[in-house]
């Protein structure tokens, strides 16, 4: 184990936590897409969801979760959520009913269009170059992987 520069009492400070301040990060983040997501009638995780299918169209439940880091526990209420609002539908696959995939519908296929504006507004809010934003994207997402390898 590498020994920390940092006496006892400053690896014990708060504003030194890496921890903290991605959650306090995420949170001023989630906050920030709480109104853009309410002009669409989506929550946070909906949203995830639907950039997935906007990418990928008729995947079925299990790799859904994995793009999102969800389990099928926390994923299978925001999809009938989404199904209830007519965004998505759900489909047993014909060849093994174990597997449900996930396509939208015309509704949510054109919700798209109007979700366009939000990641200009998210960067704005900002206050980052987009070479800037996407940077810190990659170090998060390379952070993620090594913690979860």
Known sequence: MVKPNLSIDQALRLDNQLCFALYSASLAMTKLYKPLLDELGLTYPQYLALLVLWEQDGLGVSEL??????????????L?????AGLVSRLRDVQDERRVQVRLTAAGRSLKARAARIPGCVLQATDCEVSEAMALTHQIQSLRNRLTA
């Open 80 to 84: 009938k959520r989404l199904e209830a």
């Open 65 to 78: 979760g994995e793009r999102l880091f969800l389990d099928s526990g926390t994923l299978t209420p925001l």
